[in-house]
Structures are given as structure tokens and as C-alpha cells.
Nanobody
């Protein structure tokens, strides 16, 4: 079993930055791929970014490429999402997830089997 706790969300003006953290516990963290997803009101959950267990491979949604950076610190069992140049359309609940048993990340939410409770990000325009 893996437990995930996100933090770092909040209210920020357009153009500002936030850094989300996701702390994992319960099982070996470093062998698993991790991902960030988000869900805005009335919309389906969508892929944001993902990272391989080693940090050597990263994927991004086109909408955040060049603005967001995913990273991980396996010694701290933590994955991060640095979000810069935030826009109103980035407003959503952000979730981190673990793809247990796989070192390579995926863009599909169906490939992830452990999820955090989410953290709200609100960008005012």
C-alpha cells in the first residue's frame, strides 16, 4: 500500500508560481513512476506531467510544456511540480499518483493505481 499526500496549492495571480509537493509513504517509492494530474470543475481528470523512477524520463502535457517542471527526490520519497507563468486555465485540483510496478511513466490515468487526496490551485486573472 502507498499513501500520497499533496501540498503547496493555493491562490496565486496569473503569471505567478507555485511548487507542489507529493510525499509518499508505505512502500518502496524509488522503483515507481509518478505522475501529476488535474481536474477542473465540470471537466475530466487530465494528465499534467510524469516522471520515471530514476528521473531520467519526463513527459508533459502540451498545455504546460515550458512552464511546469516535474522532479523527484527519492531519498525524501517526494515528487515535485514547479509551476511557473500560471494562467487562469491552470485552476484545478492537482493530484499525484503512483504507477506501481513500472519504472516508466504513462500519460494515462488508468495506468496509475495509487492517488493522493489532491490540492487546490486557483489562479486569478
Amino acid at each position: 500500500q502507498v499513501q500520497l499526500v499533496e501540498s503547496g496549492g493555493g491562490l496565486v495571480e496569473a503569471g505567478g508560481s507555485l511548487r507542489l509537493s507529493c510525499a509518499a509513504s508505505g512502500r518502496t517509492f524509488s522503483n515507481y513512476a509518478m505522475g501529476w494530474f488535474r481536474q477542473a470543475p465540470g471537466k475530466e481528470r487530465e494528465f499534467v506531467a510524469a516522471i520515471a523512477w530514476s528521473g531520467g524520463y519526463t513527459f508533459y502535457a502540451d498545455s504546460v510544456k515550458g512552464r511546469f517542471t516535474i522532479s523527484r527526490a527519492n531519498v525524501k520519497n517526494t515528487v515535485y511540480l514547479q509551476m511557473n507563468s500560471l494562467r487562469a486555465e491552470d485552476t484545478a485540483i492537482y493530484y499525484c499518483a503512483v504507477r506501481s510496478g513500472y519504472w516508466y511513466p504513462s500519460r494515462s490515468a488508468l495506468e496509475y493505481d495509487y492517488w493522493g487526496q489532491g490540492t487546490q490551485v486557483t489562479v486569478s486573472s
